[in-house]
């Protein structure tokens, strides 16, 4: 299993807010709750802070929630990545234990989400630590588009390990869409998540770190949960 990495084109473009705004999430300790191992549990809160169908600029089709499921669909949950030089991760996707996915789609914007959980939390961190070697190029040009890859650190008491990545398009100077990478370990749960504001986004370097900061309280009830 391979993730690969994509141009730019994700959403459709639209004037709607490419990221409706997530309920405020409170981080608490997950008491008396054991870690992922092995397989996850079939109601693993995978959906949890990503919007509702209700939530949709165009219901119906292949518009709103998937998931969770351990099924891959590369329609429906393709994780395609922008990364430097267009090489993906340094080594796709690894083979682990248990994988599920959960995605949420609209014309304006792209959620997915993958939850590993590996058979050691050695090789889940040692993973994780070797994604960001493909957003370390710190910026690319090519013709009129620039992408620039800016990293982001946060700190969580729920998880060993949060690494977070904005990499945000300017066109011909001007700002433009931007997606938010996210990788988060938990003991040998390993989540990756990855936003994706469309074209017709314009998104420049202080909304950057707010589309961050978002997509990070987005995740936190699955962190807890992890």
């Not at 549990?41 to 165009?58: H, M, N």
């Not at 949060?162 to 997606?179: D, F, K, M, N, Y």
Request: with cysteine; hydrophobic share 35%.
């Amino acid at each position: 299993m391979t993730v690969c990495a994509a141009a730019l084109v994700v959403g459709c473009g639209s004037d709607a807010d490419p990221d409706p705004r997530p309920s405020p999430e409170v981080e608490v300790e997950a008491e008396g709750r054991p870690s992922l191992s092995g397989v996850i549990p079939a109601d693993f809160p995978l959906l949890r802070g990503l919007p509702t169908d209700d939530e949709q600029t165009s219901p119906g089709g292949q518009w709103g929630r998937h998931g969770p499921t351990r099924e891959w669909d590369a329609d429906r949950f393709p994780l395609d990545l922008v990364t430097c030089d267009n090489a993906g991760l340094p080594d796709g996707l690894p083979d682990v234990a248990d994988t599920l996915y959960a995605a949420w789609y609209d014309v304006a914007s792209a959620h997915d989400r993958q939850l590993m959980v590996f058979a050691s939390a050695d090789e889940a961190r040692t993973w994780a630590e070797s994604v960001s070697s493909a957003f370390s190029c710190e910026r690319e040009t090519e013709g009129d588009v620039t992408v620039f890859y800016e990293p982001y650190s946060e700190r969580s008491k729920s998880a060993d390990l949060v690494q977070a990545w904005v990499t945000r398009h300017e066109l011909q100077g001007r700002p433009g869409p931007a997606g938010v990478v996210h990788v988060v370990v938990k003991e040998r749960a390993v989540l990756l998540s990855k936003f994706y504001a469309g074209e017709g986004s314009q998104v420049d370097r202080e909304e950057s770190a707010r589309m961050q900061d978002r997509q990070f309280n987005r995740i936190a009830a699955v962190v807890n949960a992890m």
